[in-house]
């Protein structure tokens, strides 16, 4: 009898092949983003694995300051402690610790608050493309506005609140189908006070830059770049870029790079490249361009746009020490009045082109001893650039 059910097990199984069957993690949505206080300290994390198990970091820069025990066991329902050292910073920190049987995975990403705690418990979400929903914790005992800045994340019923002072705010999040990773807001105002969540959802594996274009003044100064990503990352820097380098002192955080850019002593502006991109396959990547300007100069990003036939509205930051006109060399660039900043933006609505030729036009930024040229291009009506975005221009050296 025992040999008949031997068989009849082998002949399923030879039936119905998969690999890994029974390898399998679970772990409830809400164990996959603790938050953890300033103070540090521990927190247990259940799942159930039908298999052996082993968690690891997705990046060891945050092994300085999180540990987690056990990092590796046999099939079960397990307590996963983690625990983290005071972030004397004031920066938050995170690191995202994968959980892997046979060939499922699963990501917890873990945040620890800066020295001076926010009003909301975490201050970024990942979605997967097929959509879901997030929970933001408000801790507040004032009235506050909720401002959602993404048509695709919608307001659904509150939970009842946990405490006076803590309330839940959940979230829907509509699936991906646009076929790129995109990124949306919610806003928690009241008064002069505001908090804001960032949602950013996949579209596959990806590795996005929150802001992708710094300039600096020729003095230096710090840059703080944002990453976010569904994949393990290294970075990539160019050669002869030794003005810029890694500050380490401050908080190690698997999401957040920080960078110290020197003064510039030459009478060039200066250009450097950085690429963060998957060890595994390097076509997934992004890249954060870092420009810095000479002493009493006008600082634009770029010099030159290509724009569509129809028109469209141009927009550039400006950062500069000294006070400037801006003039336009035709009457189809016009400007669009702004608040004064000190990095100001600019703003020129583009007429559409009704000619069949191209043109060409000139934004001027002028002081008394400097002058800085953006030339404009625009397609004539039979043509268009490839997608219809401006920022397919490639940079323009200063």
């Known amino acids: 009898m025992f040999l008949l059910i031997g068989l009849y097990s082998c002949k399923d199984d030879n039936e119905n092949p998969s690999p890994n069957p029974s390898f399998k993690i679970t772990i409830d949505e809400g164990d996959t983003h603790p938050v953890i206080s300033q103070q540090g300290g521990t927190i247990n994390i259940p799942f159930t694995a039908t298999g052996e198990w082993n968690a690891t970091m997705i990046n060891d820069r945050a092994e300085s300051w999180i540990t987690i025990n056990p990092s590796s066991g046999k099939s079960g329902d397990i307590e996963l402690s983690v625990t983290a050292t005071a972030n004397e910073t004031y920066d938050e920190r995170n690191a995202t610790i994968v959980l892997q049987c046979g060939d499922d995975k699963k990501e917890i990403v873990v945040t620890q608050k800066q020295k001076d705690a926010l009003t909301v418990t975490s201050s970024k979400y990942e979605v997967p493309s097929g959509g879901g929903n997030i929970s933001v914790e408000v801790k507040a005992n004032i ?165 569509k036939s129809e028109g469209e509205v141009l927009s550039f930051s400006v950062n500069s020490n000294v006070k400037f006109n801006v003039s336009v060399s035709d009457s189809w660039i016009k400007p669009i009045e702004t608040r004064e900043l000190v990095e100001k933006q600019l703003n020129f609505s583009i007429v559409e082109n009704l000619m069949e030729e191209d043109r060409i036009g000139f934004i001027v930024l002028s002081s008394e001893k400097i002058k800085q040229e953006i030339k404009i291009s625009q397609y004539g009506k039979g043509l268009k650039n490839p997608d219809g975005n401006i920022d397919d221009m490639p940079n323009i050296p200063w």
């Open 143 to 307: 009235e506050y506005e909720i401002e959602v800045k993404a048509d695709w994340i919608k307001q659904v019923e509150n939970q009842d609140t946990r405490a006076l002072t803590s309330s839940l705010l959940n979230f829907k999040v509509d699936f991906n189908d646009t076929e790129s990773k995109r990124e949306g807001e919610i806003i928690i105002k009241s008064g002069n006070l505001s908090e804001t969540v960032k949602v950013y959802q996949e579209y596959g594996d990806f590795i996005t830059l929150t802001q992708k274009d710094f300039t600096l003044p020729e003095e230096g100064g710090t840059v703080d770049i944002e990453i976010n990503s569904t994949v393990g990352y290294d970075v990539k820097m160019p050669s002869g870029a030794n003005w810029i380098t890694e500050i380490q002192s401050r908080a190690v955080s698997t999401h957040t790079r920080h960078y110290q850019v020197e003064p510039n002593e030459n009478y060039d502006s200066r250009e450097a490249k950085i690429i963060f991109y998957n060890t595994e396959d390097e076509t997934i990547a992004d890249t954060v361009s870092i420009y810095q300007m000479y002493k009493g100069a006008i600082l634009v990003a770029r010099n030159e746009y290509q724009v």
